[in-house]
């Protein structure tokens, strides 16, 4: 028997973006409303395919992440109405969405500034409920063991908001997390330029990410790319991203960098030699620094390639290759 | 790189075999296909019981407005899924929602605007079913009641089954299900008048739950073509009871004529609930809404140690795959617990363990030769004996791997090849050859054919199948008129 699948489903909500997204000026305008027309007809899909999928549904909004809905616990109250001509789970989906969107909206109101998206947040919630109900099902019922009912669990997250280079960390976190699960974790970028960590995510989790060029066809590309479960897709093949940008925030400023050092004790990465580890509290030689300092302007082709790095005192100069930035150029691998 | 990917283990793609009203529904025209799938939820329920290639084969092609042509489609298909891939579009154009076609690929037009309109919601077909108006004077069925009405149906029925042949007395089920038990060749009437159980109606006793509702339906479809029913009203409500809401009322009013008669039919298999016989209002069990699901239709049997707890997480759809509660502990000394008080799984284990004793929630019993052989002179197989103690296991011997004592299981299937010792095979002899020449022709053109069973050189003769005879004879014919 075929095993019922899960999907988490993360919702880009920035207003700002989803404002930007809307003007005319783009080639293919896409507002939130038609936007969350075709979504909801891409969540009944999901739904239709198998009684027992499950569905989940987060948004990332400015500063916090809610979730709209799940299809194993009510957030609502109020059951709509019944009706001959449409089928209850699947309205039920539509209508708590919905609402829940337009109520965590309205309670916005007007900010001085908007708060990036908690998309972090938002990613981390799915990997606690998809941990919850996996676990979940193996401690009370004692089928789980069945291979039969275990959950083939994927996130898919819909983002139109730019990278946040502050949250490189939690987010590779969050991706180590998704490995260890076993979650598969799909991307669809659908307005703004590629982020270069979510690229990373789908990369690392045997997931897809779509860059949405034809915006008009966001529902057919949804489902071509991101229905299927992931042992359909070794029959049907979905488009996966061939070139994906391998680079690295530093954990000094948050930026995202083409070369950087690395404290070869604990691994963290920084955009600038330093005396000391702001980590693991790690000293390094001063004659080391200096080296690196005057090595810093002049990057030959060769040694950018692995990046300099921070060294101690035992083995000065070996390059680490393990999570050292690649620059963009080299970046297919794969 | 920094980190690999850890997902590179490959998935094995699950069996799937395909539903068993599937080839019922190739078997119908067109015609009475096209009509089926004016009403969405119709399109919904049948979407749901095609495999998982074919689903998603649908769903790339729903919401495309043109035909496309078959090789873009294929383009996506990876060289080891090609097989899978022919076998999902043949099954599709075998139920006409895709048109068999080389050249271009796309939705049978009438299927495809009522999926979509099934996903989206609205149009004024009223396939989900009518909601009946709250009724303030009296209480609506609640879910355990429903869950009560239907298991008591349904275990009458198979309670009688497995009960039939011993003398005893049980609750009769009407006359509709026995007569449809009857036409199905689970029990006949071989000694007098009284109903007695075949051996197709022990193997059906092993089978799950799911197996046996949809047997007995697809049964019934047949018998409805025989009765002049409109299969379409027919297979659509059957489908329209699928996508309905446990525990709600529905009303009779929009329902044909047919379906008004069905539902006393549906309400004797423990399907529908209704106050009375005259009700206008209805209500699906879980045996009818969990038609196109793979989730047990039945509550767990009420008898089983701790099934309440169970059921209490069973209701919540995150264990919605779990199989009912295994109450089935078997040792590699053949003996077997069984922590039930339910007399109907007490009398199916009757059927292949010899009892030893008897408690109020255990029954202890052993495998011997005697018993499993009384079983399978019944025509039950080992192996449906062994999966039934595999689905039926209890959670404590989940835990061992494999699940069963191996000895066990071998000695089940050495019991069933003790009674295979003879075959028969109906054919030929040939003999009276006149020379060891002739004899060695003929062998040798018949073993060309692969039509020899037995030969014997020093008897000078040979047995070859019914088939190969007219090609044999022909042959000694050919070579007696050219001597």
């Not at chain 2, 329209?240 to 004529?257: A, C, I």
């Not at chain 2, 309400?267 to 069990?285: E, M, N």
């Amino acid at each position: 028997m075929e095993k019922a699948s899960h999907l988490s489903v993360i919702v880009d909500l920035s207003p700002t973006q989803w404002h930007l997204s809307a003007q005319a000026s783009n080639q293919y305008p896409l507002s939130i409303e038609t936007f969350l027309s075709q979504l909801l007809a891409f969540l009944n899909a999901h739904i239709a395919s198998k009684h027992e999928n499950t569905l989940v549904v987060f948004g990332a909004l400015p500063g916090k992440s809610v979730m709209l809905y799940s299809s194993t616990e009510l957030l609502t109250d109020d059951m709509p109405p019944l009706d001959a001509n449409s089928y209850l789970p699947f309205k039920l989906v539509d209508s708590t969405v919905v609402r829940k969107i337009m109520d965590e909206l309205d309670a916005i109101g007007k900010l001085e500034e908007e708060p990036p998206c908690a998309l972090v947040g938002a990613v981390t919630k799915a990997l606690c409920y998809i941990n919850r109900i996996t676990h979940h099902s193996s401690t009370t019922t004692g089928v789980a063991e069945d291979p039969t009912t275990l959950h083939d669990p994927r996130i898919l997250i819909l983002s139109v908001s730019p990278d946040l280079s502050s949250s490189y960390i939690p987010i590779m976190n969050a991706i180590f997390s998704a490995q260890k699960l076993k979650v598969t974790i799909d991307v669809c970028k659908v307005y703004g330029p590629d982020t270069v960590f979510l690229q990373q995510a789908a990369h690392l989790t045997d997931g897809s990410y779509i860059y949405l060029e034809r915006r008009d066809a966001l529902l057919q590309n949804l489902i071509m790319s991101f229905l299927s479960p992931p042992f359909i897709r070794k029959i049907l093949a979905v488009p996966k991203q061939d070139k994906i940008d391998f680079r690295a925030a530093c954990f000094c400023h948050k930026n995202i960098v083409d070369v950087g050092f690395v404290c070869s004790v604990c691994l963290s990465i920084f955009c600038q030699p330093l005396p000391v580890c702001s980590t693991c509290r790690t000293k390094f030689p001063i004659n080391t620094l200096k080296r690196l300092n005057a090595a810093r302007p002049a990057i030959t082709p060769a040694n950018s390639r692995m990046g300099v790095p921070l060294a101690n005192l035992n083995n000065a100069a070996t390059p680490r290759s393990t999570s050292t930035p690649v620059p963009n150029g080299m970046s297919n691998l794969r | 790189m920094p980190v690999q990917s850890l997902q590179n283990t490959d998935v094995i793609l699950p069996q799937h075999t395909p539903h068993p009203l599937l080839p019922f529904l190739q078997s119908q025209s067109q015609n009475t296909l096209t009509r089926l799938y004016q009403r969405p939820s119709s399109c919904l329920s049948i979407f749901r019981l095609l495999g998982p290639i074919e689903r998603q084969l649908i769903m790339n092609l729903l919401w495309l407005e043109s035909a496309i042509p078959a090789a873009t489609m294929s383009a996506w298909v990876m060289p080891e899924g090609k097989q899978a891939y022919d076998e999902a579009l043949a099954v599709m154009a075998g139920l006409h929602i895709a048109p068999n076609s080389t050249v271009k690929l796309a939705l049978n037009p009438t299927f495809k605007s009522s999926l979509r309109q099934a996903i989206t919601g609205g149009g004024n077909t009223g396939s989900f079913g009518t909601p009946a108006d709250k009724d303030y004077k009296r209480q609506s069925a609640n879910i355990e009641n429903l869950d009560a009405y239907a298991l008591e149906r349904w275990e009458t029925i198979l309670h009688y089954m497995v009960s039939s042949g011993q003398g005893q007395n049980p609750a009769k089920p009407s006359q509709g299900v026995l007569y449809l038990l009857q036409r199905s060749g689970l029990m006949n009437t071989a000694h007098g008048a009284i109903l007695q159980i075949t051996s197709s109606g022990f193997q059906f006793l092993l089978h799950s739950p799911h197996d046996q509702l949809w047997n007995l339906l697809l049964q019934y479809l047949h018998m409805a073509e025989e009765r002049q029913m409109d299969l379409v009203e027919v297979l659509s409500f059957l489908f329209m009871l699928s996508t309905m809401d446990l525990g709600r009322e529905y009303s009779t009013e929009p329902l044909s004529e047919t379906q008004k008669a069905m539902l006393e039919d549906l309400r004797d298999y423990g399907l529908v609930w209704q106050r009375k016989a005259s009700s206008k209002r209805f209500s699906p069990t879980r045996l009818a809404t969990t038609l196109t699901s793979s989730s047990p239709p039945l509550p767990s049997s009420h008898s089983t140690g701790g099934s309440r707890a169970a059921d209490a997480t069973g209701t919540v759809a995150l264990s919605s795959g779990a199989a009912q509660q295994g109450f089935i502990v078997l040792e590699t000394n053949y003996r077997i617990y069984a922590y039930t008080d339910n007399p109907l799984q007490t009398a199916v284990l009757n059927l292949f363990i010899t009892m030893k004793y008897r408690f109020p929630n255990l029954v202890v019993g052993m495998l011997t030769r005697e018993s499993v052989r009384k079983a399978l002179s019944n025509g039950i197989s080992a192996e449906q004996i062994i999966s039934y103690l595999t689905t039926h296991a209890h959670p404590q011997m989940r835990k061992n791997n494999p699940l069963l004592p191996v000895t066990v299981q071998d000695q089940i299937r050495l019991w069933e090849l003790e009674r295979n010792r003879l075959k028969s095979a109906e054919g030929y002899l040939y003999k009276d050859f006149a020379s060891q020449a002739d004899y060695e022709y003929v062998l040798a053109y018949a073993k060309q054919l692969d039509v020899v069973l037995w030969e014997s050189a020093i008897k000078r003769c040979f047995f070859g199948t019914l088939e190969g005879h007219s090609n044999v004879r022909g042959f000694i014919e050919r070579r007696t008129g050219a001597a």
